[in-house]
């Protein structure tokens, strides 16, 4: 009798030592995924903030800004601009023999 006190003994330290260790790597895992969440909170913050800096800048009046402050593009004027319709047969560019 006092040989198998010993070994249930023995079997319920070892149950004890294994929740132990078991409850060690959870809280070691759940502060992991905290800190996780905490990233990607903090990421989903910077996209954002990246996506209304992105719509900033593509704005339609940035655009036109630039292009006629940094590359002097501007609107051609309303004489020299020429409207070409497709008719239903084969476009063929002026000069070109059919």
């Known amino acids: 009798m006092n040989r198998f006190n010993f070994?249930?003994?023995s079997g319920v330290i070892a149950c004890a030592l294994g929740v132990i260790t078991s409850q060690h790597h959870a809280r070691k895992l759940f502060i992991e995924l905290?800190?996780?969440q905490a990233r990607a909170k903090k990421l989903d913050?910077?996209?954002t903030q990246l996506t209304l800096e992105q719509s900033t800048w593509a704005t339609h009046k940035r655009v036109e800004a630039v292009a006629s402050r940094?590359?002097?593009m501007k609107?051609?004027?309303p004489a020299s601009?020429?409207?070409v319709q497709a008719g239903p047969g084969?476009?063929?560019a002026q000069g070109e023999a059919r």
């Open 7 to 9: 070994l249930l003994l």
């Open 34 to 36: 905290d800190g996780e």
């Open 45 to 47: 913050e910077e996209y």
């Open 70 to 72: 940094q590359l002097g």
């Open 75 to 77: 609107l051609p004027d």
């Open 81 to 83: 601009t020429v409207v």
């Open 90 to 92: 084969p476009v063929v």
